[in-house]
């Protein structure tokens, strides 16, 4: 489930990639989740480089210009997410594809938190 504000939609996917653009160094970073009984697993992640507050975690590898690793936290109750109309919106993928939340919650303002939390 994503929540923004008032406005809630849901994820079609027990798997999926929160995926953003650092806001000074313009680079990608991919986090992928899986729902589970105990919350949201992060189980996979990408960093396209590195840069001011964009450390290559330990144990990470490089593969073709993107560094790999997996996070070591354990799973969470919900994923709240700071936006701000000065940066690139969070983008969502499962299946293939990817919006971002602005295209999920059209009515929600940009500069709007957003909660993703397991529907239960």
């Not at 798997?15 to 650092?22: I, N, V």
């Not at 330990?58 to 940066?87: C, D, F, I, K, M």
Request: hydrophobic content about 45%; overall charge neutral.
């Amino acid at each position: 489930m994503l929540v923004v504000g008032a406005a809630v939609t849901t994820i079609p996917a027990e798997r999926f990639t929160l995926a953003w653009t650092h806001s000074i160094e313009k680079l990608r970073w991919e986090e992928d989740y899986v729902l589970r009984p105990q919350g949201l697993a992060p189980v996979a992640a990408r960093i396209r480089g590195s840069g001011a507050g964009m450390e290559i975690p330990e144990g990470a590898v490089l593969r073709n210009g993107v560094w790999h690793y997996v996070p070591q936290r354990t799973p969470l109750p919900a994923l709240l997410l700071a936006r701000s109309t000065y940066v690139a919106d969070y983008e969502l993928c499962w299946d293939g594809s990817c919006r971002t939340i602005a295209q999920m919650v059209p009515r929600a303002a940009s500069d709007e938190a957003a909660e993703i939390r397991p529907c239960r």
